[in-house]
């Protein structure tokens, strides 16, 4: 019941999609089904979400209980989480007129502010961050140990040469017809060739992998117990 | 300006200097706008996804459009709490089942239909550079798509012609290694310019 009861929703679930494919969606009962085989799916991965929450508030909140060393960082935590959650659930109508703007996720509500004026510019500082730590990565791997290491360095160099307007300039001027060669045979000839050879692997590797859950070979998603 | 609008760009101005105060050492501050972020981040999410998806996808249409057959997934949901307590665990697996089967089904198809057709095809076709065959940059493509393949093939040793093709493959994969490298650097620094920007012409700005 346990083990079975899974392998064969999987199955089942996953065949009704895999035969939709086949057909319009419009005017049959497999693409109906698979329609609402999606909208089931959105609404359980909804509540996974819920439950990814919910673990976060639980494990931080226990730390704060126990006064773990840092408690008061876990306490940060569990505060944004609600400072967020909570206005965002407040109705609009629940409130005086003239604060009831503040309610909800519409634009001007403090979910809203909260997004703009404290999560964009910290998730943006974050990622500005690394531009430091991928230059001492590069530092260390681009030193020209080898010849392909040497190839990586040069290649990363004119890509960002020519992604700027000086850049540009100084390759147009060693050669007018550098940039469109590099455009061409580097990013739409060498370039691409590899991705599309990255992407028939990962694509074949998803595809066994998906084979491997319909069949109840793959069950390591179950978890134990 | 006023005062509300300057106590915006200070509370953004406070939050970027908090960060970019790692790159000198791991911190208190650092650490307190890192646990802000992740909380923001998780209550974000979970308003979302609490009105996008309970609310508007559960409960209005269940309640009222009478489509009661989406308490299945509702239940199916419900369940997936069960991960919360260790002896209820298994209940998780049926709402995460039909998710891993649904995206299979998905997964199957799509991939081996837009993804190795499509790549196949793509590459079979003469390339064109402004409206012209190219046949020198179809080569290319053939070639370092063939070369990549065989480089990621580890089912025979790289010797002989399969080590020589690998070795070209090596060569084709760190050329766009290296475009990707610089592409991401760029993307980087160009947050890197607009954050130092803010800081400078927003947050500098309040004091003059």
């Keep these: 019941m346990r083990t079975t009861v899974p392998v064969a929703i999987a199955f089942v679930s996953g065949i009704i999609m895999l035969v939709s494919f086949f057909f319009r969606t419009e005017d049959n009962v497999f693409g109906d089904a698979s329609q609402q085989l999606l909208i089931w799916s959105s609404i359980i991965g909804g509540f996974s979400f819920l439950l990814g929450a919910i673990s976060i508030v639980r494990v931080n909140w226990r730390n704060v209980r126990l006064k773990k060393s840092g408690w008061g960082y876990n306490l940060l935590t569990v505060l944004a989480v609600f400072a967020m959650l909570v206005p965002a659930l407040i109705k609009k109508g629940w409130l005086p007129e003239s604060m009831a703007h503040l309610a909800g996720r519409d634009a001007g509500s403090i979910y809203d502010w909260i997004f703009i004026y404290v999560a964009t510019p910290m998730s943006q500082t974050m990622f500005a961050v690394l531009a430091f730590y991928i230059a001492s990565a590069a530092y260390r791997a681009f030193r020209a140990r080898s010849a392909e290491a040497t190839l990586l360095l040069i290649t990363a160099s004119l890509v960002m040469l020519w992604r700027v307007p000086m850049g540009e300039a100084l390759l147009n001027s060693i050669h007018p017809g550098l940039p469109g060669w590099i455009n061409t045979y580097v990013m739409s000839g060498i370039n691409l060739s590899v991705q599309r050879g990255i992407l028939l692997g990962a694509a074949l590797g998803a595809a066994s992998f998906s084979l491997r859950i319909l069949l109840g070979i793959e069950r390591t998603y179950m978890g134990r117990g | ?208």
């Design chain 2, 1 to 208: 300006m006023s005062g509300w609008e300057v106590f915006q760009i200070w509370l953004g101005a406070f939050l970027t200097v908090a960060i970019f105060s790692f790159m000198y050492k791991d911190n208190p501050l650092y650490k307190a706008a890192e646990h802000i972020f992740a909380g923001i981040t998780a209550g974000y999410y979970v308003a979302l996804y609490l009105d996008t998806v309970v609310y508007q996808q559960l409960w209005v249409p269940v309640t009222h459009n009478g489509r009661v057959w989406l308490i299945i997934p509702g239940i199916l949901g419900i369940f997936m709490f069960g991960r919360l307590w260790p002896k209820l665990t298994w209940l998780a697996r049926f709402g995460l089942a039909f998710i891993m089967g649904t995206t299979a089904g998905v997964f199957l198809a799509s991939e081996l239909h837009g993804n190795v057709l499509g790549q196949m095809s793509g590459t079979m076709q003469i390339q064109q550079v402004a409206g012209q065959p190219n046949y020198v940059l179809t080569a290319l493509v053939v070639i370092g798509l063939l070369a990549t393949l065989i480089y990621f093939y580890f089912s025979k040793p790289h010797t002989g012609v399969l080590g020589v093709t690998a070795s070209v493959g090596i060569w084709f994969i760190m050329v766009s290694f290296g475009a990707h490298f610089g592409y991401t650097v760029m993307g980087r620094v160009s947050l890197l310019i607009g954050r130092v920007y803010f800081l400078y012409n927003d947050w500098i700005g309040t004091m003059r």
